[in-house]
């Protein structure tokens, strides 16, 4: 067996025009270089777009911003497992696959060009719990609240998370949801739109690992049952059918899992005490 790697490999990119139109195949031949990943084959093929049956077509659209799996911007379904584009490395694919990378888009967010998706519905699920620490005033006020080194380090582990849709692209509960803004829609009104939806739909993993997070921060805390009713709401954890396809998918290892049976804990006892007004 020739184990040296290919002068030349083929990626197949799922790619679609506009928001909502129908999604079409094109395949394009690149050039082999050492230490490439899928971010740098898309550069060599936005230098030459040309197609292997030798069509001029407009260069891919993708995401990317921090380069090093930090910001997940780059995320999409890599010849079928959904992870970063800057950290999927062409040896380690083409080891798996021979000579044929396979590229598309997340089917679980709206499409906005290509591999380009509209993560807003990810963010507004954050929004919903309230996935933040409130700040008082800008005075400086001295040091917060100790944390003990366990709590710090639990809480570092959600605090890893970078938005980047995964988990919610591997869940079942978390079903697709073309929401577009239409063109005499004001950005306002596309934003209460999608917040209406979203209310509706399930938070996601990703959502349920914050409440513990910032449920968890002493100063947060003070915010604890506004979060916990998010949790409780339409769409809340109740939703979550425990198949653990999220934890299995983060690139960043968050104990999703953890997160998910004490987030059906504190929802529980929560939703007691409001019954008997504890
Ligand atoms: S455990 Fe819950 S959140 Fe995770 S994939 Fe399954 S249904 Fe989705
Ligand atoms: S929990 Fe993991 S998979 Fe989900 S958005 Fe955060 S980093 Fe991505
Ligand atoms: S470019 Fe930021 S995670 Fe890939």
Redesign the pocket.
Same mark, same amino acid.
């Given at each position: 067996m020739n184990d040296s790697p290919p002068r030349t490999f083929t990626v197949r990119i799922l790619r679609q025009d506009l928001p909502g139109k129908q999604g079409y195949w094109n395949e394009f031949r690149v050039e082999y270089e050492p230490d490439m990943n899928v971010i740098s084959a898309l550069q060599k093929i936005a230098e030459s777009p040309v197609t292997t049956n030798s069509q001029n077509v407009a260069p891919v659209v993708w995401e990317c911003n921090c380069l090093e799996e930090v910001c997940g911007a780059c995320t999409m379904v890599i010849n079928g497992r959904v992870r970063q584009a800057c950290s999927a490395l062409i040896d380690n694919l083409l080891k798996d696959k021979a000579e044929c990378i396979e590229l598309r888009p997340m089917t679980k967010f709206p499409v906005v060009r290509d591999l380009m998706v509209d993560r807003s519905r990810l963010f507004a699920s954050l929004e919903k719990i309230k996935a933040w620490v409130p700040v008082d005033s800008y005075y400086d006020m001295g040091s917060g609240s100790r944390q003990s080194q366990e709590q710090q380090q639990f809480a570092y582990e959600y605090s890893k998370c970078m938005s980047c849709g995964c &988990? *919610?692209e %591997?869940?079942? @509960?978390?079903l697709k949801m073309e929401l577009l803004k239409q063109p005499d829609e004001t950005q306002e009104q596309f934003k209460i739109r999608l917040r209406e939806a979203v209310d509706r739909s399930?938070i !996601? %993993?990703h959502a =349920?690992a914050q409440v513990d997070l910032f449920n968890m921060n002493p100063i947060g805390a003070m915010n604890a049952g506004e979060r916990l009713d998010a949790l409780t709401a339409e769409g809340g954890i109740q $939703? &979550? !059918? #425990? %198949? @653990? #396809? &999220? $934890?299995k998918v983060c690139p960043k290892s968050l104990p *999703?899992?953890t997160a =998910?049976a004490r987030g059906g804990r504190a929802a529980t006892i929560h939703s007691l005490k409001k019954i008997f007004d504890w």
């Open positions: &988990c *919610l %591997a869940c079942p @509960q978390f399930f !996601g %993993a =349920i $939703v &979550c !059918g #425990n %198949a @653990q #396809n &999220c $934890v *999703l899992t =998910i």
